[in-house]
């Protein structure tokens, strides 16, 4: 209900953002008319079809954009019917001919049946097409769930909740504008002006989404900008972050936080057969949530791998859930790669429909539950570090299960690369996703969502800004490079920069070139390149490309594909 409640506001925010103005003439060009049989018609078309095609966009893949852009090309053609029409009477009479065209039709059924509540959805579905709001925080969150977990009721509620927030404002402001019409034309006789000043705003927001202003130019200028307003709205609505649980004294109990959930809505296991709470009594259990992409949970892996050895003939039983947060991370191919590459012996539940992740109500990576030998959850803890404690809570639950003569000491696994842990500056750089759904910091301009573009950066970047450089295409969550030579640049802070990366769909490598500072890395070379800066994609996973030796100080990071067809998703830092 949260959720609904938060999508329905953050669409009614929507109307401050300047990336709804194309679409204003097209809801104005039915103001003059009964709301009831035109208004709402059209706004409701709008409505249900935005959040159709945005559930496609963000579950149903390439083919589902590129659709819907043939789609809006067909919407734009047939508004610029309708605004010629508005402007020349005569070709309006024109297009009244019986053997017209799709987009003309729209046209003449508005004409010809002026309060036809069937053409006014038949323009709203048109709308709908054309509209695409700037992705703020909210829809990024949205259209992120929705792409992590697949098609779904609650998926195609929540963003057709959004879009009737959306729609209201535009249908109070369709009120007000229908009332002043009518006045204006009682008063000063303005039919005619007013129809030719509606051809003028049709003709000027088609133009205006042709050019790429709905997604460009208009999401970088505002006079009231959204996303403030937004991300407070989701911080109002979201509960609290739970911090990890403190570990009792020696003379305290621990707190019973709930039952182990079940662990059915497992899509695969690995090391394994299925296992469940019933087969798990008796046994204290460690449930760990990580996807292989998430550098807090490679740096995690090596404490829970040792936790696995070190306790495993004392009772303890170490569960690893794979929760993915990219759509490559669903891939069974994948996760089994990223288990033999961990060293991961412990049984691993994929949890590609987030099943065991919503019985426990998680939402971070990596997060650890204890669970004693009852199936009861009795601590947790969130995020990296504070590993003694968690080895302190292991520890505690078999005692309580009667084990004596526990290995004693804390586990040291003296990991390297990406797995060592991270510099603990905490000034490093944020984690940067490259799709524009969460895109941060981005300074090549406007991004242009699911289509090919010419990128180039503009001016020397500020720290925590990136750039692109070539022709690339912008998806949600990640960026593909259409043509060879083309670069991603990074003004970074940090140790540790690493770049979750994957080739395109034939699997083919990639080679590329790393620089730092215009130079080839030398010694601050990461655990996936060599000291010249050279390295391959050879598969979708996180690759370490920077591990300075000396400090954590602020440096510009290039790296140049020197092929096509690989995607980048995310920068990471440590």
């Known amino acids: 209900m949260l959720l609904l409640i938060l999508a329905f506001f953050g669409g009614i925010v929507t109307i401050l953002s300047p990336c709804i103005l194309p679409v204003l003439p097209f809801v104005f060009a039915r103001a003059d008319r009964p709301f009831a049989r035109n208004g709402l018609p059209m706004l409701i078309a709008m409505a249900v079809t935005f959040a159709l095609v945005a559930t496609l966009a963000a579950v149903g893949g390439g083919w589902a954009v590129h659709a819907n852009q043939y789609g809006r090309y067909i919407a734009m053609a047939a508004f610029a019917v309708v605004g010629i029409a508005f402007l020349v009477p005569r070709f309006?009479?024109?297009?009244?001919?019986?053997?017209?065209?799709?987009?003309?039709?729209?046209?003449?059924?508005a004409d010809a049946k002026p309060d036809s509540p069937w053409s006014a959805a038949a323009l709203g579905i048109a709308t709908g097409l054309l509209w695409a709001p700037c992705a703020g925080p909210i829809l990024g969150l949205l259209l992120t769930g929705a792409a992590l977990q697949g098609a779904s009721l609650e998926t195609s509620l929540l963003l057709l909740t959004y879009?009737?927030?959306?729609?209201?404002?535009?249908?109070i402001v369709l009120l007000a504008g229908g009332r002043m019409f009518a006045l204006m034309k009682r008063s000063l006789g303005a039919s005619e002006w007013l129809r030719r000043g509606l051809g003028v705003l049709v003709l000027a927001g088609v133009a205006a989404i042709a050019l790429g202003a709905d997604t460009g130019l208009l999401t970088r200028v505002s006079l009231a900008s959204s996303n403030a307003i937004e991300q407070k709205l989701i911080d109002a609505v979201r509960p609290a972050p739970v911090q990890a649980a403190t570990v009792p004294r020696a003379d305290e109990s621990f707190p019973v936080e709930g039952e182990l959930p079940s662990l059915s809505g497992a899509t695969q296991w690995f090391n394994s057969a299925p296992l469940t709470p019933a087969a798990l009594r008796g046994k204290v259990v460690l449930v760990d949530f990580w996807t292989y992409s998430c550098i807090n949970c490679i740096r995690s892996l090596p404490y829970v791998n040792a936790w696995a050895q070190k306790y495993r003939d004392y009772g303890?039983?170490?569960?690893?859930?794979?929760?993915?947060?990219?759509?490559?991370?669903?891939?069974?191919?994948?996760?089994?790669?990223?288990?033999?590459?961990?060293?991961?012996?412990?049984?691993?539940?994929?949890?590609?429909d987030y099943a065991i992740w919503k019985g426990f109500n998680n939402e971070y990576w990596p997060a650890h539950y204890f669970i004693d030998a009852h199936g009861q959850i009795r601590a947790h803890h969130f995020g990296e570090g504070d590993y003694p404690g968690s080895e302190d809570v292991i520890r505690r639950l078999l005692s309580e299960a009667g084990h004596k003569n526990l290995p004693e000491g804390y586990v040291q696994p003296g990991a390297s690369g990406a797995e060592a842990a991270f510099s603990g500056d905490m000034q490093r750089s944020p984690e940067t996703y490259v799709g524009y759904a969460r895109s941060l910091g981005f300074a090549s301009g406007y991004i242009a969502h699911d289509d090919g573009f010419q990128y180039q950066t503009r001016g020397a970047l500020a720290i925590n800004q990136w750039s692109l450089e070539g022709t690339w295409?912008?998806?949600?969550?990640?960026?593909?490079?259409?043509?060879?030579?083309?670069?991603?640049i990074y003004r970074f802070r940090g140790r540790d920069l690493h770049l979750v990366l994957g080739p395109g769909k034939n699997g083919k490598p990639v080679r590329f070139r790393v620089t730092l500072d215009g130079k080839a890395p030398g010694d601050d070379h990461g655990a996936d390149i060599d000291a010249d800066g050279n390295g391959v994609v050879d598969g979708q996973r996180l690759y370490q490309l920077v591990r300075q030796a000396h400090g954590?100080?602020?440096?510009?990071?290039?790296?140049?594909?020197?092929?096509?067809?690989?995607?980048?998703?995310?920068?990471?830092?440590?």
């Open 92 to 109: 309006s009479d024109w297009i009244s001919h019986p053997f017209v065209a799709v987009g003309n039709r729209l046209t003449e059924k």
């Open 316 to 352: 303890l039983v170490v569960i690893g859930v794979h929760a993915p947060e990219f759509a490559f991370e669903k891939d069974p191919a994948n996760v089994a790669k990223a288990i033999k590459d961990f060293h991961i012996s412990y049984p691993v539940a994929m949890d590609n």
């Open 552 to 574: 954590t100080g602020a440096r510009t990071f290039k790296i140049t594909f020197l092929a096509p067809d690989v995607h980048v998703y995310a920068f990471t830092f440590g």
């Open 473 to 488: 295409t912008v998806y949600a969550q990640d960026a593909m490079l259409n043509q060879r030579n083309g670069s991603v």
């Open 163 to 171: 879009a009737c927030g959306a729609a209201l404002p535009l249908a």
